[in-house]
């Protein structure tokens, strides 16, 4: 059974760009929550999606950040007009379909901002 | 915001010494999660701890959680250069969200 699967590893992107971060929960979770870490730091809290739903997303910048999670495919974690603050692991987590015990998390996405 | 304190923030002892790593919060949670995070890694859930005051063992690893639910502790003995890692605490409430502490680097010498 696969893990949560994250890509891609690293990605680069210039100020002004889009970043586009992919994740592939366990499978049968259909539960997806994204986390970002800066360096030296712990990991917060940006958004919790079930499958077509945004349950939470008090973590989320109010500009520039999108996600979503649709019916097919992996979840998406967009971020427009990216910004040298940016830069930072993007860890996503995926949990089953029943009460929290466990989040199970990918090897995240490191996004550099040049 | 709920907020998570972890103590010490760096820790760097030789292998075979104990050490103590707490987490502090004015909030209460339903439970508590330890997670260890190697670099260029996803972090790895090591326990979660439900009732106040619980204590749970693995290996040398002893976790407790505090009677009001609001605080807890790792407790390594003997440690190892394995060992070395960031350590978070994470507090779960409602709706199945984390809230993560700030992290513990421990690093561990031979």
């Known amino acids: 059974n696969a893990g949560v699967m994250q890509n891609p590893r690293h990605l680069v992107r210039r100020r002004g760009q889009e970043a586009r971060l992919r994740c592939s929960p366990m499978?049968?979770?259909?539960?997806v929550y994204w986390y970002r870490q800066l360096p030296e730091e712990g990991l917060k809290f940006m958004v919790y999606l079930q499958k077509e739903n945004i349950i939470d997303e008090s973590g989320m910048p109010k500009e520039r950040f999108s996600a979503e999670f649709p019916k097919e495919g992996p979840s998406i974690l967009r971020i427009q007009q990216v910004v040298r603050g940016d830069s930072a692991a993007y860890f996503c987590?995926?949990?089953?379909?029943?009460?929290?015990?466990?989040?199970?998390f990918g090897q995240g996405t490191r996004l550099t901002v040049v | 915001t709920q907020l998570l304190e972890q103590s010490p923030q760096f820790l760097s002892i030789q292998e075979g010494e104990n050490l103590t790593v707490y987490c502090n919060s004015s909030s209460v949670f339903s439970s508590l999660q330890w997670y260890r995070q190697e670099p260029g890694e996803g972090p790895v859930l090591l326990v979660t701890v439900v009732t106040g005051g619980e204590v749970k063992k693995l290996k040398r690893l002893t976790f407790q959680f505090g009677d009001a639910r609001k605080d807890s502790s790792l407790h390594i003995t003997a440690a190892q250069p394995g060992d070395t890692g960031l350590y978070l605490c994470?507090?779960?409430?409602?709706?199945?969200?984390?809230?993560f502490g700030t992290g513990t680097r421990l690093q561990v010498t031979l």
């Open positions: 987590a995926s949990s089953p379909p029943s009460v929290f015990t466990e989040a199970f």
């Open positions: 994470a507090g779960v409430q409602a709706a199945s969200k984390l809230t």
């Open positions: 499978k049968g979770h259909s539960h």
